[in-house]
């Protein structure tokens, strides 16, 4: 598998392993950390859930790598020479060059951001009747195509859930059961095939060249299309160049091109492959493009915006072909690797192999003798930040439901994500998490459950309050006082 050598061809003198930045910071923002005292009543002021936290109280925010993202000096001059007009901007032809250049794709429609991308393209092909096989979904994907009255049938791999692995592809597909699916349903009620590149919800995980390509043959010998999610293609890229057979000496062009050939069409949020804001949709078949074309005025605005600003548009181009930069899309996977490699190595529970979204922590693990009624993935989030001013985010049993007699449907995973937004942390700061997480693994036994105070009905984990059971935090906050004295 893949090492640090990879990133950079420098070696450090002692032989110690380290990813190196390949960019430096020219334009900085002032962070705060909070005495762990204040931390602690932002904690109880946010209610126990890092997303009511305010970004002042935060020292590094891991909450997610959506919009966050640290975009480079040509891109932020590219703002400003952007083309302001509402049709035919100079801006939006650059875009659709980049668009043929780096995915070597025809057709584009701009949109505002990746779920509306998921709207159109749903509207479009989705109806009652219908499924959309995939390697897993994504919260906005399933949505979109559900509301249409599709159905989503999840084919990933055994492999794919498992908290400990060393299987380089989770992001694959089951051929057996894509197969199933296609017997099941009759290829022609099957609206796409749709693989999602970087796997979100199993943690940043790719897919295969090789399974994609097996998944493309069986689609084209059923006459189904092949949609690709490619928001989270670069770290996909990276792990198709390190990880699998055959892929070392291509040039990333190259990879991104035959990754592509096998599609139908795909789209993306700006948001996190060319760091930026936007999206938009990318095909090399004009029929399927004019399925969607007239959609894009009424929903997004006009075919040369899409609802995006030209800045942003210019920004866009310019991301897009930093995408083709190895140095580039690295960073996120090799950092990453950093963490996870270094928890593992310690025994503290954390999902292998690394991923290329961020840190998962298998809170189920770290905090077993916390029930899942009393959501251990919650009070892992709550505790990391009390201890460290890291803010994650819970993936747990809080940001599951409850069923209709009441009860929570209780999370297969209780997972605390500590996202890595792109080239946005140095490797002090990484230092720093590490270090704290294995302070707060030391102490786990301090750290209690939680319970509701305000629970809304749907989408109880963006604004739910919860309040920790007993005294657990006042134990923990004395325990970090007695080993770090008056330190932050
Ligand atoms: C973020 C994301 C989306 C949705 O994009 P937005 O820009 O947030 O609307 C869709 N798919 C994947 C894989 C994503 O990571």
Redesign the pocket.
């Known amino acids: 598998m893949e090492n640090f050598e990879q990133l950079r061809t420098v070696k450090f003198y002692s032989g110690e392993v380290t990813p190196l930045e390949m960019h430096k910071v020219r334009v900085v923002q002032k962070l705060n950390l909070l005495p762990i005292e204040e931390r602690k009543e932002s904690i109880f002021g946010a209610g126990f859930n890092t997303f009511l936290l305010q970004n002042k109280d935060v020292y590094l925010d891991m909450l997610t790598d959506?919009g966050t993202n640290a975009m480079s000096d040509n891109q932020v001059a590219a703002m400003s020479v952007a083309d302001d007009s509402y049709a035919g901007s100079a801006s939006y032809t650059k875009l659709e060059k980049a668009i043929s250049d780096v995915f070597n794709q025809k057709f584009f429609l701009p949109v505002h951001?990746?779920?509306?991308a998921?709207h159109i393209i749903a509207k479009s092909f989705c109806k009652p009747g219908t499924v959309v096989p995939m390697n897993y979904h994504?919260t906005?994907?399933k949505a979109h195509i559900e509301m249409m009255g599709s159905a989503v049938e999840e084919i990933y791999t055994d492999e794919a859930l498992k908290t400990k692995s060393s299987f380089p592809f989770k992001g694959n597909m089951d051929i057996n059961k894509l197969n199933r699916v296609i017997e099941k349903w009759g290829a022609e009620n099957v609206a796409y095939i749709r693989f999602?590149a970087g796997t979100?919800l199993i943690g940043g995980q790719p897919f295969s060249m090789a399974n994609l390509r097996e998944v493309s043959a069986i689609a084209k010998t059923h006459g189904i299309m092949v949609l690709m999610?490619i928001?989270?293609i670069n770290e996909n890229l990276y792990f198709i160049k390190v990880r699998e057979e055959g892929y070392q000496n291509k040039p990333i062009k190259d990879i991104l091109h035959e990754m592509l050939s096998y599609t139908d069409f795909s789209y993306f949020?700006g948001?996190?492959v060319s760091c930026t804001r936007g999206?938009g949709i990318c095909t090399n078949n004009h029929d399927i493009y004019m399925k969607m074309r007239d959609w894009v005025p009424l929903y997004e605005g006009f075919l040369t915006y899409g609802g995006m600003s030209v800045r942003e548009i210019e920004a866009m181009s310019v991301g897009l072909y930093e995408t083709l930069d190895f140095n580039v899309i690295s960073h996120s996977p090799t950092f990453i690797k950093y963490l996870v490699d270094s928890l593992d190595k310690r025994g503290i529970p954390v999902i292998t192999p690394s991923g290329g979204l961020g840190c998962h922590l298998d809170a189920g693990q770290f905090l077993s003798h916390i029930p899942q009624t009393q959501y251990p993935a919650g009070a892992l989030a709550a505790a990391m930040y009390i201890c460290s001013g890291i803010r994650g985010m819970e993936r747990g049993t809080i940001s599951s439901v409850r069923d209709e007699n009441g009860d929570d449907v209780l999370a297969d995973v209780e997972l605390l994500r500590l996202a890595f937004p792109r080239r946005v942390f140095t490797l002090s700061q990484i230092k720093y998490a590490e270090d704290r997480i294995q302070w707060l693994y030391d102490n786990r036994h301090l750290v209690g459950g939680l319970e509701w105070t305000e629970e809304p009905p749907v989408l109880r984990f963006f604004v739910g309050k919860l309040k920790p059971i007993g005294d657990w935090v006042e134990k923990l906050v004395a325990k970090f006082r007695e080993d770090f004295g008056d330190s932050l």
Do not use: I, V
């Open positions: 959506s951001q990746g779920r509306a998921e994504f906005t994907t999602e979100n999610d928001s989270l949020s948001r996190k999206g």
